[in-house]
């Protein structure tokens, strides 16, 4: 095998492991602090909300993510 080869095969295999440990983004309970109006959301929604309640495991924000 060739060096370029090895090259390859070894950034390959470090591109499928790391796509192996990736995991989705959290959700959180986001409120509005001009209504009080509560969504569920991956990421702030601007500086008139504030984070209620999370990490979730689902988009309904219902199964709490345990922390390891």
Same mark, same amino acid.
């Given at each position: 095998?060739?060096?370029?080869?090895?090259?390859?095969?070894?950034?390959?295999?470090?591109?499928?492991?790391?796509?192996?440990?990736?995991? $989705?983004? $959290? %959700?959180?309970? %986001?409120?509005?602090?001009?209504?009080s109006k509560?969504?569920?959301?991956?990421?702030?929604?601007? $500086?008139? %909300?504030?984070?209620?309640?999370?990490?979730?495991?689902?988009?309904?924000c219902m199964?709490?993510?345990?922390?390891?």
């Open positions: 095998m060739t060096t370029f080869r090895k090259s390859a095969v070894a950034v390959l295999l470090a591109c499928a492991s790391a796509a192996l440990l990736a995991a $989705p983004a $959290p %959700w959180f309970t %986001w409120r509005s602090k001009a209504d509560q969504v569920c959301h991956q990421t702030p929604l601007g $500086p008139g %909300w504030e984070k209620v309640n999370g990490p979730y495991r689902d988009s309904h199964k709490l993510l345990i922390a390891k």
